[in-house]
């Protein structure tokens, strides 16, 4: 999977109760793989229709956006 714009697929998604905080994640061996091991155990989840944001571009859009 890979951004529309750029093909990255090294992309961030904001925290629902902080938006100042952010976890970086990429698409790899067909899941997301964060890098914070943080938000790996707090058990962040994605849903479909969940905003992300690429690190490379300007793209943000939905989960479900990402080829």
């Given amino acids: 999977m890979a ?6 697929n090294h992309f961030y998604v904001k925290d629902p109760a902080d938006e100042f905080e952010i976890y970086e994640f990429e698409y790899r061996d067909g899941g997301m793989q964060f890098t914070d091991p ?6 962040l989840e ?3 229709d969940g905003k992300i944001y690429c690190q490379r571009c300007s793209w943000h859009g939905k989960k479900s956006q990402v080829q």
């Fill in 3 to 8: 951004c529309p714009v750029c093909e990255s």
């Fill in 38 to 43: 943080q938000a790996s155990s707090r058990g």
């Fill in 46 to 48: 994605i849903e479909k």
